[in-house]
């Protein structure tokens, strides 16, 4: 569940991944009574979890922004939207809490084990869960990233990428359609390049049987574009040459042919998103699923109990059983595409990339005509003193399905993210701890664009009203004090000046980031002409991604869009998401790009929405959306009504002023009013 918009609530650093130990986390609630350490042998919860304890006690309070109960013998788990009463009857209560404090994108898992009647109340970051009477409550603690660290090693061949994919399933915590949620699935394990198949044991031991085989191409670029939907399913994926890409059902023999690629990368991502989206409306349809959702489902004929109750298999047989033309019209939209260069170096980025469950591609594109670009007639207005800045080549791709997208192949295109391998195995890299504060540096070496640099300081301390973070504000810096200011540890530095072919400008000359040995600054924003190779650098040097320029740009729209992108990032955007609504503020927002992964989220604060209005006579028509890489398979309460949606699936609404004024003023967060970027409080007042 997503709360409606962004509220002023802090990010909770309890589920900071350096607090390894059970009692780290449960200590906030099991004060006053006597541990009993346990072991996880009894079989009460799923074998990920790492560590348990128990007592007596009629009330636990445990760290969650995602919660979900589910019944002990009895089928499917619900995700938790309100307070719940439960009744007599044994239940497992699953807590995830997103790390936003740690560096690398992971959660943190919390279980409790107990018998019912018992209140489930969420509120805020926690859950608490109390009883009429003092009961015996068993909890635990576990770290997804565990699977993660059980390494496969393969060649960088078909045959190798084959075993990697059929191991990957490993993440997942069920076979049921629950494991559409992405509290639910782990990211999977990572693969590296070997001269033989190493698959850890505790892998293969802990790896699903699914009845499902996908045998494909003896061709890498068949396997990075199936990736996703082998591992979603679970598939066996084997190799052989020279067939059609298949999915069989060993059990029932049925098979499922593609066509050969080009055409299978459309059909496999298609396939994928119909059988996600068909989990997503099975799964828990009495706590998630309104009206709707109940109608589609008699529509499609299927039967939630007897589909959570079947196999992998089963399920999907029957998925494929259902017209596309009765699902099509109902799919949410999808978060993320890739296009990926099937190539041995860009193997183990998989792994990362069936985390977020991003479709994969394979690229295509034309070069950008010099016709399509429009004349610069007012150089002497633009971000670039004198020298000229470092020409981008940039490339126009084929886009597929998805409202975010990533280039992972040589050169730089437009209305995608950059993404390099190095940008995820940096992610590994940055952790905090709980006391810990966001160190935010802001760097002005333009006098003439202190506009710029105000109105981001005042973001930053207003957000350090409510979050931990340290500002520094620096001016006129020389060479070796800005490259301090990179080699330092840093959440995220905005840099405000001019960059030219040598580097970024400087009080003493210019700062060329390749002299930099290495970068400790988690994210950047280098708002200045022509900056995307110096910050692709900093993304290759350490950084795990950031906002730049591809060609020059004009001051006064460098500040708009510094200073949105700004507030965005400090409200939990995605680094894309954020570069993506910022950029509307200007004519030129195609001269802005992210380079590393664009994905990342400096502070995941829930799931931040954004507001689509547009005006009709006396009344205004407003949708509402939730879309984020790592949270895509969740639901949102809609602002309107007591429904759910989907992420991806925008909630409507007609409000007149008054309304919309009230609405607007009681949350802060990004509005496209007539296909115009505004702050929901600056555009209450206009209205």
Same mark, same amino acid.
């Given at each position: ?47 990920r979890v790492d560590e348990t ?31 719940? /009463? ?22 943190? /898992? ?28 068993? *909890? ?139 989990? &997503? ?6 706590? /998630? ?23 992998? *298999? ?34 183990? &980025? ?17 070069? @950008? ?46 209305d995608t993210f950059k993404l ?46 409510? @979050? ?6 620096? /001016? ?28 970024? &400008? ?59 992108? *700004? ?8 680094i894309e998401r954020a570069m ?108």
């Amino acid at each position: 569940m997503v709360p409606w918009g962004v509220t002023n609530a802090g990010v909770s650093n309890i589920g900071s991944r350096e607090a390894t130990s059970v009692t780290d986390v449960l200590s906030h609630s099991l004060v006053t009574a006597e541990y009993r350490p346990t072991n996880n042998s009894t079989g009460v919860f799923p074998d990920r979890v790492d560590e348990t304890w128990s007592r007596v006690t009629a009330e636990l309070s445990l760290p969650a922004n995602h919660v979900t109960i589910e019944q002990v013998d009895e089928p499917g788990t619900y995700t938790l939207t309100a307070t719940a /009463e439960l009744p007599k009857g044994e239940f497992l209560l699953e807590c995830r809490l997103d790390a936003g404090t740690t560096g690398d994108g992971d959660t943190l /898992e919390t279980y409790a084990r107990f018998g019912g009647p018992a209140t489930v109340q969420p509120h805020d970051e926690r859950v608490t869960l109390s009883f009429p009477e003092e009961y015996y409550v068993i *909890a635990g603690v576990s770290h997804p990233s565990s699977v993660s660290d059980d390494t496969i090693r393969v060649p960088g061949t078909p045959a190798g990428l084959a075993t990697a994919l059929t191991h990957s399933s490993v993440a997942h915590h069920t076979t049921g359609p629950a494991r559409s949620h992405p509290a639910l699935r782990d990211q999977p394990p990572m693969v590296e390049a070997g001269s033989s198949v190493h698959v850890p044991e505790s892998v293969r031991e802990r790896t699903p049987e699914s009845d499902i085989e996908f045998v494909l191409p003896d061709r890498l670029d068949a396997l990075f574009v199936a990736a996703p939907l082998a591992y979603y399913l679970g598939a066996d994926v084997s190799v052989e040459s020279g067939v059609d890409p298949t999915l069989a059902i060993s059990s029932s023999g049925t098979e499922h042919r593609f066509p050969a690629l080009p055409e299978f990368q459309q059909h496999c991502a298609d396939t994928l998103r119909k059988t996600f989206f068909l989990d &997503c409306l099975v799964r828990d349809v009495d706590v /998630e699923s309104p009206a709707s959702k109940a109608e589609l489902l008699s529509r499609l004929s299927l039967h939630p109990d007897r589909l959570r109750a079947a196999t992998p *298999a089963e399920r999907l047989d029957r998925y494929l059983d259902v017209p596309d033309g009765l699902v099509w019209p109902s799919l949410p939209d999808w978060h993320l595409s890739t296009y990926a260069m099937p190539e041995p170096e860009h193997v183990p &980025c998989l792994p990362y990339l069936l985390d977020s469950l991003s479709l994969v591609y394979l690229p295509k594109a034309s070069k @950008l005509e010099e016709t399509e670009l429009l004349d610069r007639t007012l150089d002497d207005a633009y971000r670039a003193p004198t020298d000229s800045v470092r020409s981008v080549n940039v490339l126009v791709p084929e886009l597929q399905a998805g409202r975010v997208h990533a280039w992972l192949a040589p050169g730089t295109s437009l209305d995608t993210f950059k993404l390099t391998p190095n940008a995820y195995r940096n992610r590994n890299r940055y952790s905090r701890t709980e006391d810990d504060s966001l160190e935010v540096s802001v760097v002005l070496n333009d006098g003439e664009m202190s506009e710029e640099r105000t109105k981001a300081a005042e973001i930053y301390r207003d957000r350090a009203a409510d @979050l931990p973070i340290n500002l520094s504000v620096h /001016e006129s810096l020389t060479t070796n004090d800005l490259r301090s200011v990179f080699a330092e540890p840093n959440d995220f530095v905005h840099y405000i000046g001019h960059c030219e072919e040598s580097g970024l &400008c400087c009080a003493d000359g210019n700062l060329s980031l390749e002299t930099l040995e290495e970068s400790k600054t988690r994210t950047f924003f280098l708002n200045a002409c022509g900056s995307y190779h110096e910050g692709l650098t900093l993304v290759e040097k350490g950084s795990v991604a950031g906002a730049v320029t591809l060609t020059k740009v004009l001051d006064r729209h460098a500040a708009k869009v510094g200073t949105a992108f *700004a507030r965005l990032l400090m409200h939990g955007f995605e680094i894309e998401r954020a570069m993506q609504l910022a950029r509307r503020r200007i004519l030129m927002g195609k001269d802005y790009a992210v380079v590393g992964d664009g994905t990342y989220s400096l502070l995941p604060v829930g799931d931040p929405g954004v507001i689509w209005l547009d005006r009709e006579d006396d009344t205004f028509e407003l949708a509402y959306e939730v879309l984020a890489a790592s949270t895509y398979g969740e639901s949102y309460s809609t602002p309107f009504d007591d429904t759910t949606r989907l992420h991806g699936k925008s909630s409507q609404g007609v409000l007149d002023g008054d309304e919309l004024v009230e609405l607007l003023e009681a949350t802060s967060l990004p509005v496209i009013y007539e296909n115009e970027f505004h702050w929901s409080d600056e555009l209450a007042a206009k209205l």
